[in-house]
Protein backbone atom coordinates (compact mmCIF):
# COMPACT_ATOMS: atom_id res chain seq x y z
CA UNK A 1 0.00 0.00 0.00
CA UNK A 2 1.46 3.86 -0.88
CA UNK A 3 -0.15 6.64 1.39
CA UNK A 4 0.45 10.17 0.93
CA UNK A 5 -0.36 12.51 3.97
CA UNK A 6 -0.04 15.99 3.18
CA UNK A 7 2.47 16.05 0.29
CA UNK A 8 3.66 19.66 -0.83
CA UNK A 9 6.49 19.45 -2.71
CA UNK A 10 8.36 22.89 -4.52
CA UNK A 11 10.48 23.08 -7.47
CA UNK A 12 12.78 25.99 -5.75
CA UNK A 13 9.91 28.32 -5.34
CA UNK A 14 7.47 26.95 -7.27
CA UNK A 15 4.58 24.62 -5.94
CA UNK A 16 4.26 22.02 -7.88
CA UNK A 17 2.25 19.80 -4.91
CA UNK A 18 0.09 20.98 -2.71
CA UNK A 19 -1.43 19.49 0.46
CA UNK A 20 -2.15 15.94 -1.54
CA UNK A 21 -3.39 13.15 0.57
CA UNK A 22 -4.57 10.03 -1.02
CA UNK A 23 -3.72 6.08 -0.12
CA UNK A 24 -3.46 3.07 -2.84
CA UNK A 25 -4.87 0.10 -1.94
CA UNK A 26 -2.89 -3.19 -2.41
CA UNK A 27 -3.75 -4.98 -6.07
CA UNK A 28 -5.38 -2.42 -7.47
CA UNK A 29 -4.32 -0.31 -10.16
CA UNK A 30 -4.71 3.51 -9.33
CA UNK A 31 -4.37 5.99 -12.65
CA UNK A 32 -3.27 9.41 -12.30
CA UNK A 33 -4.82 11.85 -14.96
CA UNK A 34 -4.54 15.63 -15.69
CA UNK A 35 -3.13 18.22 -18.18
CA UNK A 36 0.58 18.60 -18.54
CA UNK A 37 2.13 20.05 -15.62
CA UNK A 38 -0.21 19.23 -13.35
CA UNK A 39 1.98 16.94 -11.11
CA UNK A 40 0.90 13.76 -11.79
CA UNK A 41 4.35 12.50 -12.65
CA UNK A 42 6.25 14.52 -9.66
CA UNK A 43 3.65 12.86 -7.33
CA UNK A 44 4.37 9.33 -8.76
CA UNK A 45 8.08 9.84 -8.80
CA UNK A 46 7.69 10.42 -5.04
CA UNK A 47 7.38 7.07 -4.14
CA UNK A 48 10.65 5.91 -5.14
CA UNK A 49 12.21 8.94 -4.74
CA UNK A 50 13.07 9.59 -8.51
CA UNK A 51 13.01 13.32 -7.61
CA UNK A 52 15.73 13.35 -5.17
CA UNK A 53 17.94 13.67 -8.29
CA UNK A 54 16.58 17.09 -8.84
CA UNK A 55 18.73 20.06 -7.74
CA UNK A 56 16.30 22.77 -5.48
CA UNK A 57 13.75 20.32 -4.36
CA UNK A 58 11.84 20.56 -1.33
CA UNK A 59 9.36 18.40 0.32
CA UNK A 60 6.86 18.47 3.50
CA UNK A 61 4.11 15.72 4.18
CA UNK A 62 4.28 12.08 4.44
CA UNK A 63 4.51 9.43 1.64
CA UNK A 64 4.49 5.54 3.51
CA UNK A 65 5.22 2.23 1.25
CA UNK A 66 3.61 0.01 3.44
CA UNK A 67 3.49 2.21 6.29
CA UNK A 68 7.29 2.78 6.70
CA UNK A 69 8.05 6.68 6.07
CA UNK A 70 10.03 6.23 2.57
CA UNK A 71 11.91 9.91 3.29
CA UNK A 72 12.58 8.72 6.82
CA UNK A 73 16.98 9.17 7.19
CA UNK A 74 16.96 5.23 8.17
CA UNK A 75 15.89 4.70 4.63
CA UNK A 76 18.03 3.23 1.47
CA UNK A 77 17.26 4.35 -1.55
CA UNK A 78 18.55 0.86 -2.99
CA UNK A 79 16.51 -0.63 -0.78
CA UNK A 80 13.42 1.09 -1.57
CA UNK A 81 13.66 0.98 -4.84
CA UNK A 82 13.56 -3.21 -4.42
CA UNK A 83 9.87 -2.99 -2.87
CA UNK A 84 8.85 -0.12 -5.76
CA UNK A 85 9.57 -0.81 -9.28
CA UNK A 86 9.25 2.19 -12.13
CA UNK A 87 8.33 1.71 -15.66
CA UNK A 88 9.04 4.88 -17.62
CA UNK A 89 7.47 6.37 -20.91
CA UNK A 90 10.29 5.11 -23.16
CA UNK A 91 11.46 1.81 -22.64
CA UNK A 92 14.66 2.39 -21.43
CA UNK A 93 16.45 -1.25 -22.15
CA UNK A 94 20.15 -1.71 -21.21
CA UNK A 95 22.44 -2.71 -23.75
CA UNK A 96 22.85 -6.05 -23.13
CA UNK A 97 20.99 -9.33 -23.94
CA UNK A 98 16.98 -10.05 -22.98
CA UNK A 99 18.01 -12.13 -20.65
CA UNK A 100 20.89 -9.90 -19.12
CA UNK A 101 18.24 -6.94 -19.27
CA UNK A 102 16.06 -8.94 -16.65
CA UNK A 103 18.79 -10.52 -14.56
CA UNK A 104 20.83 -7.43 -13.84
CA UNK A 105 18.96 -6.29 -11.25
CA UNK A 106 19.27 -9.63 -8.97
CA UNK A 107 22.86 -9.55 -10.14
CA UNK A 108 23.54 -6.46 -8.38
CA UNK A 109 21.80 -7.43 -5.72
CA UNK A 110 23.85 -10.94 -5.08
CA UNK A 111 20.39 -12.82 -5.33
CA UNK A 112 21.03 -16.25 -5.78
CA UNK A 113 22.98 -18.93 -8.00
CA UNK A 114 22.79 -18.99 -11.95
CA UNK A 115 19.53 -21.94 -11.84
CA UNK A 116 18.00 -19.52 -9.48
CA UNK A 117 18.48 -16.38 -11.73
CA UNK A 118 17.72 -18.27 -14.95
CA UNK A 119 13.90 -19.36 -13.11
CA UNK A 120 13.30 -15.90 -11.95
CA UNK A 121 14.13 -14.48 -15.37
CA UNK A 122 11.57 -16.97 -17.54
CA UNK A 123 8.87 -16.16 -14.84
CA UNK A 124 9.37 -12.55 -15.51
CA UNK A 125 9.59 -12.73 -18.77
CA UNK A 126 6.19 -14.90 -18.07
CA UNK A 127 4.47 -12.47 -15.87
CA UNK A 128 5.12 -9.37 -18.35
CA UNK A 129 3.57 -11.62 -21.30
CA UNK A 130 6.57 -11.68 -23.11
CA UNK A 131 8.19 -14.90 -22.71
CA UNK A 132 6.75 -16.98 -25.83
CA UNK A 133 8.12 -14.18 -27.82
CA UNK A 134 11.72 -14.44 -26.57
CA UNK A 135 12.43 -17.39 -25.61
CA UNK A 136 14.44 -18.67 -28.61
CA UNK A 137 16.56 -15.28 -28.53
CA UNK A 138 17.31 -14.58 -25.02
CA UNK A 139 21.41 -13.95 -26.06
CA UNK A 140 20.32 -11.23 -28.45
CA UNK A 141 20.31 -7.62 -28.38
CA UNK A 142 17.30 -5.94 -26.32
CA UNK A 143 17.42 -3.52 -28.82
CA UNK A 144 15.85 -6.03 -31.48
CA UNK A 145 13.04 -6.22 -30.29
CA UNK A 146 10.13 -3.88 -31.05
CA UNK A 147 9.20 -0.72 -28.55
CA UNK A 148 6.26 -2.91 -27.64
CA UNK A 149 8.56 -5.75 -26.66
CA UNK A 150 11.36 -3.16 -24.86
CA UNK A 151 8.57 -1.45 -22.93
CA UNK A 152 7.63 -5.53 -21.74
CA UNK A 153 10.85 -6.28 -20.86
CA UNK A 154 11.65 -3.48 -18.85
CA UNK A 155 8.42 -4.45 -17.40
CA UNK A 156 9.96 -7.97 -16.85
CA UNK A 157 13.16 -6.13 -15.48
CA UNK A 158 11.06 -4.44 -12.76
CA UNK A 159 9.40 -7.60 -11.95
CA UNK A 160 12.66 -9.79 -11.51
CA UNK A 161 13.11 -8.31 -7.99
CA UNK A 162 10.16 -9.07 -6.52
CA UNK A 163 8.92 -5.27 -6.20
CA UNK A 164 5.57 -5.39 -4.32
CA UNK A 165 4.49 -1.50 -6.08
CA UNK A 166 4.90 -0.69 -9.57
CA UNK A 167 5.06 2.38 -10.36
CA UNK A 168 4.26 3.31 -14.61
CA UNK A 169 4.61 6.81 -15.88
CA UNK A 170 2.84 7.01 -19.75
CA UNK A 171 4.23 3.27 -20.25
CA UNK A 172 2.29 3.36 -23.70
CA UNK A 173 2.51 6.22 -24.94
CA UNK A 174 5.15 5.81 -27.05
CA UNK A 175 3.69 2.40 -28.37
CA UNK A 176 1.45 1.47 -31.44
CA UNK A 177 -2.42 0.29 -30.36
CA UNK A 178 -1.49 -3.33 -30.60
CA UNK A 179 1.01 -2.79 -28.20
CA UNK A 180 -0.68 -0.65 -26.32
CA UNK A 181 -3.18 -3.01 -25.92
CA UNK A 182 -1.11 -5.61 -24.66
CA UNK A 183 0.16 -3.65 -22.55
CA UNK A 184 -3.08 -2.70 -20.61
CA UNK A 185 -3.50 -6.23 -20.47
CA UNK A 186 -0.68 -6.76 -18.95
CA UNK A 187 -1.66 -4.10 -16.47
CA UNK A 188 -4.96 -6.11 -16.11
CA UNK A 189 -3.42 -9.24 -14.59
CA UNK A 190 0.00 -7.52 -13.18
CA UNK A 191 -2.68 -6.03 -10.48
CA UNK A 192 -3.44 -9.48 -9.29
CA UNK A 193 0.18 -9.64 -7.50
CA UNK A 194 1.21 -6.05 -7.23
CA UNK A 195 0.13 -2.77 -6.33
CA UNK A 196 -0.10 -0.39 -9.08
CA UNK A 197 0.06 3.53 -9.74
CA UNK A 198 0.24 5.00 -13.59
CA UNK A 199 0.30 8.40 -14.86
CA UNK A 200 -1.87 8.37 -18.06
CA UNK A 201 -2.02 11.56 -20.37
CA UNK A 202 -4.87 8.91 -22.22
CA UNK A 203 -7.98 9.12 -20.27
CA UNK A 204 -9.84 6.18 -22.02
CA UNK A 205 -6.76 4.09 -20.93
CA UNK A 206 -6.97 5.38 -17.36
CA UNK A 207 -10.74 4.33 -17.73
CA UNK A 208 -9.73 0.80 -19.02
CA UNK A 209 -6.99 -0.18 -17.05
CA UNK A 210 -7.68 1.02 -13.21
CA UNK A 211 -9.75 1.01 -10.53
CA UNK A 212 -9.48 4.46 -9.03
CA UNK A 213 -8.42 7.50 -10.30
CA UNK A 214 -6.73 10.64 -9.42
CA UNK A 215 -7.29 13.86 -11.29
CA UNK A 216 -4.82 16.61 -10.98
CA UNK A 217 -4.47 20.14 -11.95
CA UNK A 218 -2.53 22.67 -11.10
CA UNK A 219 -1.06 20.54 -8.59
CA UNK A 220 -3.78 20.26 -6.88
CA UNK A 221 -5.85 16.43 -6.39
CA UNK A 222 -9.14 17.87 -7.40
CA UNK A 223 -10.63 14.21 -7.40
CA UNK A 224 -10.19 10.82 -6.18
CA UNK A 225 -12.54 8.02 -6.61
CA UNK A 226 -13.66 4.99 -8.42
CA UNK A 227 -12.68 4.73 -11.89
CA UNK A 228 -16.18 4.05 -12.89
CA UNK A 229 -17.89 6.90 -10.32
CA UNK A 230 -14.96 9.45 -12.19
CA UNK A 231 -15.87 8.66 -15.79
CA UNK A 232 -19.82 8.45 -15.27
CA UNK A 233 -20.67 11.02 -12.82
CA UNK A 234 -17.64 13.06 -11.77
CA UNK A 235 -18.39 14.86 -7.98
CA UNK A 236 -16.29 18.59 -9.55
CA UNK A 237 -17.09 20.45 -12.24
CA UNK A 238 -13.35 20.60 -12.93
CA UNK A 239 -13.41 16.99 -13.47
CA UNK A 240 -15.85 16.76 -15.15
CA UNK A 241 -14.96 19.64 -17.79
CA UNK A 242 -11.22 17.92 -18.29
CA UNK A 243 -12.78 14.20 -18.72
CA UNK A 244 -15.14 15.66 -21.84
CA UNK A 245 -12.41 17.58 -23.45
CA UNK A 246 -14.27 20.78 -22.62
CA UNK A 247 -11.05 22.29 -21.28
CA UNK A 248 -7.33 21.13 -20.48
CA UNK B 1 -9.61 -13.11 -23.77
CA UNK B 2 -8.99 -9.64 -23.04
CA UNK B 3 -10.75 -8.22 -19.89
CA UNK B 4 -12.68 -5.72 -22.16
CA UNK B 5 -13.80 -8.75 -24.15
CA UNK B 6 -15.23 -10.63 -20.49
CA UNK B 7 -17.05 -7.56 -19.35
CA UNK B 8 -19.06 -7.32 -22.96
CA UNK B 9 -19.72 -11.28 -22.13
CA UNK B 10 -20.23 -11.08 -18.88
CA UNK B 11 -23.09 -8.03 -20.09
CA UNK B 12 -24.51 -10.57 -22.82
CA UNK B 13 -25.21 -13.37 -20.48
CA UNK B 14 -26.73 -10.95 -17.62
CA UNK B 15 -29.40 -10.37 -20.75
CA UNK B 16 -29.82 -13.87 -21.27
CA UNK B 17 -30.74 -14.24 -17.53
CA UNK B 18 -32.97 -11.85 -17.87
CA UNK B 19 -34.51 -13.08 -21.47
CA UNK B 20 -35.01 -16.52 -19.57
CA UNK B 21 -36.32 -15.19 -16.63
CA UNK B 22 -39.15 -13.24 -18.93
CA UNK B 23 -39.94 -16.09 -20.80
CA UNK B 24 -40.54 -18.38 -17.78
CA UNK B 25 -42.65 -15.24 -16.86
CA UNK B 26 -44.78 -15.41 -19.93
CA UNK B 27 -45.43 -19.21 -19.95
CA UNK B 28 -46.34 -19.36 -16.33
CA UNK B 29 -48.83 -16.43 -17.28
CA UNK B 30 -50.80 -18.41 -20.25
CA UNK B 31 -50.47 -21.80 -17.86
CA UNK B 32 -52.21 -19.43 -15.23
CA UNK B 33 -54.51 -17.79 -17.71
CA UNK B 34 -55.65 -20.80 -18.96
CA UNK B 35 -56.01 -22.91 -15.63
CA UNK B 36 -57.42 -19.96 -13.67
CA UNK B 37 -54.39 -21.22 -11.36
CA UNK B 38 -54.02 -18.26 -8.45
CA UNK B 39 -50.15 -19.70 -6.99
CA UNK B 40 -48.68 -19.66 -10.29
CA UNK B 41 -50.40 -16.02 -10.96
CA UNK B 42 -48.97 -14.87 -8.03
CA UNK B 43 -45.63 -16.74 -8.07
CA UNK B 44 -45.33 -14.30 -11.07
CA UNK B 45 -46.07 -11.00 -9.77
CA UNK B 46 -43.96 -11.71 -7.41
CA UNK B 47 -41.08 -12.32 -9.86
CA UNK B 48 -41.84 -8.97 -11.45
CA UNK B 49 -39.48 -7.03 -9.08
CA UNK B 50 -36.36 -9.35 -10.17
CA UNK B 51 -36.88 -8.62 -13.55
CA UNK B 52 -36.83 -4.62 -12.58
CA UNK B 53 -34.26 -4.86 -10.79
CA UNK B 54 -32.17 -7.38 -13.48
CA UNK B 55 -33.18 -3.81 -15.99
CA UNK B 56 -31.38 -1.57 -13.62
CA UNK B 57 -28.57 -3.15 -13.55
CA UNK B 58 -28.23 -4.11 -16.98
CA UNK B 59 -28.71 -0.27 -17.44
CA UNK B 60 -25.69 0.76 -14.84
CA UNK B 61 -23.39 -2.16 -16.19
CA UNK B 62 -24.01 -0.74 -20.15
CA UNK B 63 -23.10 2.90 -18.54
CA UNK B 64 -19.93 1.56 -16.70
CA UNK B 65 -19.14 -0.22 -19.91
CA UNK B 66 -19.51 3.13 -22.50
CA UNK B 67 -17.66 5.28 -20.04
CA UNK B 68 -15.17 2.82 -19.03
CA UNK B 69 -13.91 1.27 -22.40
CA UNK B 70 -15.36 3.60 -24.91
CA UNK B 71 -16.77 0.78 -27.40
CA UNK B 72 -16.50 1.13 -31.14
CA UNK B 73 -17.95 -0.75 -34.46
CA UNK B 74 -19.84 -4.27 -33.48
CA UNK B 75 -19.01 -3.87 -29.47
CA UNK B 76 -20.88 -0.11 -29.32
CA UNK B 77 -23.93 -1.61 -31.78
CA UNK B 78 -24.12 -4.72 -29.13
CA UNK B 79 -24.35 -2.11 -25.97
CA UNK B 80 -26.60 -0.13 -27.55
CA UNK B 81 -28.71 -3.02 -28.50
CA UNK B 82 -28.38 -4.73 -25.06
CA UNK B 83 -29.75 -1.60 -23.50
CA UNK B 84 -32.96 -1.37 -25.62
CA UNK B 85 -33.25 -5.25 -25.50
CA UNK B 86 -33.57 -4.78 -21.43
CA UNK B 87 -35.59 -2.35 -21.71
CA UNK B 88 -38.03 -4.28 -24.07
CA UNK B 89 -37.87 -7.38 -22.18
CA UNK B 90 -38.74 -5.81 -18.93
CA UNK B 91 -41.75 -3.94 -20.79
CA UNK B 92 -42.63 -7.50 -21.54
CA UNK B 93 -42.11 -8.66 -17.81
CA UNK B 94 -44.64 -5.98 -17.25
CA UNK B 95 -47.24 -7.77 -19.50
CA UNK B 96 -47.01 -11.26 -18.36
CA UNK B 97 -47.48 -9.91 -14.83
CA UNK B 98 -50.76 -7.90 -16.25
CA UNK B 99 -52.08 -11.19 -17.14
CA UNK B 100 -51.35 -12.70 -13.99
CA UNK B 101 -53.14 -9.97 -12.07
CA UNK B 102 -55.59 -10.31 -14.58
CA UNK B 103 -56.39 -14.41 -13.06
CA UNK B 104 -56.00 -12.95 -9.73
CA UNK B 105 -58.76 -10.47 -10.13
CA UNK B 106 -61.03 -12.38 -12.33
CA UNK B 107 -60.55 -15.78 -10.19
CA UNK B 108 -63.42 -17.23 -9.96
CA UNK B 109 -65.39 -15.16 -13.10
CA UNK B 110 -63.74 -17.77 -16.32
CA UNK B 111 -64.85 -16.78 -19.66
CA UNK B 112 -66.98 -19.19 -22.25
CA UNK B 113 -64.60 -22.31 -22.98
CA UNK B 114 -65.80 -21.99 -26.78
CA UNK B 115 -65.22 -17.95 -26.67
CA UNK B 116 -61.86 -18.31 -25.68
CA UNK B 117 -61.35 -21.43 -28.00
CA UNK B 118 -62.80 -19.10 -30.90
CA UNK B 119 -60.00 -16.08 -29.80
CA UNK B 120 -57.46 -18.61 -30.58
CA UNK B 121 -55.84 -16.85 -27.00
CA UNK B 122 -53.64 -20.11 -26.66
CA UNK B 123 -52.16 -19.68 -30.27
CA UNK B 124 -51.74 -16.31 -29.63
CA UNK B 125 -49.69 -17.07 -26.43
CA UNK B 126 -47.59 -19.75 -28.41
CA UNK B 127 -47.03 -17.82 -31.26
CA UNK B 128 -45.40 -15.18 -28.80
CA UNK B 129 -43.35 -17.46 -26.72
CA UNK B 130 -41.76 -19.00 -30.05
CA UNK B 131 -41.20 -15.48 -30.93
CA UNK B 132 -39.44 -14.81 -27.81
CA UNK B 133 -37.48 -18.03 -27.87
CA UNK B 134 -36.74 -18.04 -31.62
CA UNK B 135 -34.89 -14.23 -31.34
CA UNK B 136 -33.78 -15.41 -27.78
CA UNK B 137 -31.78 -18.17 -30.23
CA UNK B 138 -30.57 -15.50 -32.88
CA UNK B 139 -28.76 -13.26 -30.23
CA UNK B 140 -26.99 -16.58 -28.82
CA UNK B 141 -25.63 -17.95 -32.16
CA UNK B 142 -25.27 -14.42 -33.57
CA UNK B 143 -27.58 -15.13 -36.55
CA UNK B 144 -30.23 -12.73 -38.03
CA UNK B 145 -31.09 -15.69 -41.09
CA UNK B 146 -34.31 -16.19 -39.15
CA UNK B 147 -35.21 -12.55 -38.38
CA UNK B 148 -37.74 -12.65 -41.03
CA UNK B 149 -39.07 -15.54 -39.94
CA UNK B 150 -39.84 -13.98 -36.16
CA UNK B 151 -40.97 -10.73 -37.69
CA UNK B 152 -43.66 -12.84 -40.07
CA UNK B 153 -45.02 -14.54 -36.52
CA UNK B 154 -45.75 -10.86 -35.34
CA UNK B 155 -47.66 -10.38 -38.74
CA UNK B 156 -49.82 -13.50 -37.39
CA UNK B 157 -50.15 -12.09 -34.01
CA UNK B 158 -51.85 -8.75 -35.61
CA UNK B 159 -53.97 -10.84 -37.69
CA UNK B 160 -55.44 -13.12 -34.50
CA UNK B 161 -55.79 -9.85 -32.64
CA UNK B 162 -57.75 -8.46 -35.11
CA UNK B 163 -59.74 -11.49 -35.66
CA UNK B 164 -60.62 -11.66 -31.85
CA UNK B 165 -61.78 -8.34 -32.04
CA UNK B 166 -64.41 -9.28 -34.57
CA UNK B 167 -65.08 -12.36 -32.42
CA UNK B 168 -65.31 -10.33 -29.18
CA UNK B 169 -67.72 -8.16 -30.88
CA UNK B 170 -69.79 -10.71 -32.04
CA UNK B 171 -70.27 -12.85 -28.81
CA UNK B 172 -70.53 -8.91 -26.97
CA UNK B 173 -73.75 -8.43 -29.58
CA UNK B 174 -75.32 -12.22 -28.35
CA UNK B 175 -74.39 -12.22 -24.73
CA UNK B 176 -74.50 -8.57 -23.25
CA UNK B 177 -74.20 -9.78 -19.39
CA UNK B 178 -70.26 -10.51 -19.77
CA UNK B 179 -69.79 -7.06 -21.45
CA UNK B 180 -67.23 -6.23 -18.39
CA UNK B 181 -65.63 -10.22 -18.66
CA UNK B 182 -65.30 -8.75 -22.50
CA UNK B 183 -63.84 -5.50 -22.38
CA UNK B 184 -60.90 -7.27 -19.80
CA UNK B 185 -60.05 -9.77 -22.27
CA UNK B 186 -60.01 -7.20 -24.91
CA UNK B 187 -56.99 -5.47 -22.27
CA UNK B 188 -55.77 -8.97 -22.50
CA UNK B 189 -55.75 -9.83 -26.05
CA UNK B 190 -54.15 -5.56 -26.35
CA UNK B 191 -51.13 -6.87 -24.37
CA UNK B 192 -50.80 -10.09 -26.17
CA UNK B 193 -50.51 -8.01 -29.36
CA UNK B 194 -48.35 -5.63 -27.67
CA UNK B 195 -45.93 -8.34 -27.03
CA UNK B 196 -45.63 -9.36 -30.51
CA UNK B 197 -44.36 -5.58 -31.23
CA UNK B 198 -41.54 -5.54 -28.50
CA UNK B 199 -40.52 -9.06 -29.53
CA UNK B 200 -40.12 -7.33 -33.43
CA UNK B 201 -38.39 -4.73 -31.72
CA UNK B 202 -35.66 -7.13 -30.08
CA UNK B 203 -35.19 -8.89 -33.62
CA UNK B 204 -34.34 -5.55 -35.18
CA UNK B 205 -32.12 -4.79 -32.31
CA UNK B 206 -30.59 -8.49 -32.74
CA UNK B 207 -30.12 -6.98 -36.68
CA UNK B 208 -28.23 -4.02 -35.83
CA UNK B 209 -26.28 -5.28 -34.04
CA UNK B 210 -24.82 -8.28 -36.01
CA UNK B 211 -25.80 -6.68 -40.12
CA UNK B 212 -25.23 -3.10 -38.53
CA UNK B 213 -28.59 -2.70 -40.63
CA UNK B 214 -31.66 -0.95 -39.28
CA UNK B 215 -34.98 -2.26 -40.11
CA UNK B 216 -37.80 -0.19 -37.50
CA UNK B 217 -39.53 2.40 -38.61
CA UNK B 218 -39.18 0.89 -42.52
CA UNK B 219 -35.24 1.01 -42.21
CA UNK B 220 -33.24 4.20 -42.60
CA UNK B 221 -34.42 5.49 -45.86
CA UNK B 222 -37.82 5.99 -45.70
CA UNK B 223 -37.05 7.35 -42.12
CA UNK B 224 -34.83 9.81 -43.69
CA UNK B 225 -37.35 10.49 -46.79
CA UNK B 226 -40.21 11.06 -44.29
CA UNK B 227 -37.98 13.40 -41.91
CA UNK B 228 -37.21 15.52 -45.31
CA UNK B 229 -40.63 15.57 -46.26
CA UNK B 230 -42.01 17.01 -42.90
CA UNK B 231 -39.25 19.50 -43.17
CA UNK B 232 -40.68 20.21 -46.59
CA UNK B 233 -43.84 20.82 -44.83
CA UNK B 234 -42.89 22.93 -42.16
CA UNK B 235 -43.68 20.67 -39.96
CA UNK B 236 -40.99 21.83 -37.79
CA UNK B 237 -41.57 25.91 -37.73
Known amino acids: MIEAQGINFYYGSFHALKDISMSVQPNTVTAFIGPSGCGKSTFLRLFNRMNDLIDGVRLTGRCLVNGEDIYHKSVRVDELRKKVGMVFQKPNPFPKSIFENVAYGLRVNGAGGKSFIANRVEESLRAAALWDEVKDKLKKSAFELSGGQQQRLCIARALAISPSILLMDEPASALDPISTSKIEELIHVLKQQYTIAIVTHNMQQAARVSDKTGFFMLGELIEFSETKKMFLNPEKEQTQSYITGRFG | ?237
Open chain 2, 1 to 237: MKHTEIELQRLKEEVSRMWKLVMSQLEKAKQAFFSGDIELALEVTGREKTIDAIELKIDNDCENYIALYSPVAVDLRLVLSLIKISITLERIGDFAEGIACHVIEESGHKLDAQLIDDLQLEKMFDTLINMLSDSFVALESENTKISGRIISKDYEVDRLYHNSLNVLTTYLLQNSGDIRSGLKTILIIRKLERIGDHCRNIVEEIVFYVDAKVLKHGGKKKAEAALANSEKNGIFA
